[in-house]
């Protein structure tokens, strides 16, 4: 009988939406950095951004900054599960890091989905190609690049960014 409560409980929460977003974020753990000879460089910067609930961005304004580039979709239980970290990880660096999240989606998905969830990150649709060493075929897909280019976290698959060690990361790659 309570074998029975377990497995009806279990299936629930994998089954469920939300439920499947919660049990992601449980287990979410913090990115993994890259070991610093084994960084890829950006070197393509043209790309183009149409700004959903911002202004629209040249990806080459971002050049010499700290940039975070998030893929995702309002679908995406995994996309889901991040997103409270990386909104608290922009609530206090959005002044000091780029934040680029890319979705494929309209504006019809994405507005009603950010006003829900009270998220202000900056949302935009690609205008033309990512650059080569952002390309994905997976979401959630997120990249922390430095100053110089180098991607120092890339992650596919939900992680709490919102961790001690991004955290650390993100004030050592702004102080450089």
Do not use: H
Request: aromatic share 12%; net charge neutral.
């Amino acid at each position: 009988m309570i074998s029975n409560i377990l497995f009806i409980a279990a299936l629930a929460l994998v089954i469920y939406p939300p439920s499947r977003a919660w049990l992601m974020r449980q287990f979410a753990f913090s990115p993994s950095i890259e070991n610093v000879e084994d960084r890829a460089k950006l070197t393509n910067y043209n790309w183009q951004l149409k700004g959903l609930n911002t202004a629209d961005l040249d990806f080459e304004t971002t050049k010499n900054k700290v940039v975070i580039v998030n893929f995702w979709a309002t679908w995406c239980p995994p996309c889901i599960a991040e997103m409270p970290s990386l909104q608290d990880l922009y609530n206090d660096y959005k002044d000091q890091v780029i934040f680029v999240f890319v979705t494929q989606e309209g504006s019809d998905k994405v507005i009603p989905f950010i006003e829900k969830n009270k998220y202000d990150l900056p949302i935009y649709n690609m205008l033309s190609q990512e650059p080569s060493l952002l390309t994905t075929r997976s979401i959630p897909a997120t990249y922390l690049i430095d100053k110089n280019g180098a991607i120092v976290i890339n992650k596919t698959g939900a992680a709490n960014w919102n961790s001690a060690k991004v955290r650390s990361q993100l004030d050592d790659l702004i102080k450089k």
